[in-house]
Nanobody, 126 residues
Framework: VQLQASGGGLVQAGGSLRLSCAASGRTFSSSFMGWFRQAPGKEREFVAASRWSGGIISYYADSVKGRFTISRDNAKNTVYLQMNSLKAEDTAVYYC???????????????????WGQGTQVTVSS
């Protein structure tokens, strides 16, 4: 199983980026998939997660709620993170993650996920 994250880059504050995470090796259509980030000198933190239950159910960290949107294309086995109104404090390496199943009450913790992508750098200049 591999998760390939892409879409990071350098953007000015107030700008937007869209991250993608393509999964291969198994299907995650009904599993929890999420995004975490790690800023320099800080621990990895939860950003957003989604699961499929007749439709997408999404969860967000308070710090990104209203600015970031997680979505998924099950046909492509891909999850996305649309990031708008970016701030300097959003600068971090962003990691995608996938769980083996749809039931994760601890979806906001790293322990909930079984597979991780390699990370993609997002830098927001102020």
């Amino acid at each position: 199983v591999q998760l390939q994250a892409s879409g990071g880059g350098l953007v000015q504050a107030g700008g937007s980026l869209r991250l993608s995470c393509a999964a291969s090796g198994r299907t995650f259509s009904s599993s929890f998939m999420g995004w975490f980030r790690q800023a320099p000198g800080k621990e990895r933190e939860f950003v957003a997660a989604s699961r499929w239950s007749g439709g997408i159910i999404s969860y967000y960290a308070d710090s990104v709620k209203g600015r970031f949107t997680i979505s998924r294309d099950n046909a492509k086995n891909t999850v996305y993170l649309q990031m708008n109104s970016l701030k300097a404090e959003d600068t971090a390496v962003y990691y995608c993650a996938a769980a083996q199943g749809p039931h994760r009450s601890n979806y906001f913790t790293e322990d909930a996920y079984d597979y991780w992508g390699q990370g993609t750098q997002v830098t927001v200049s102020s």
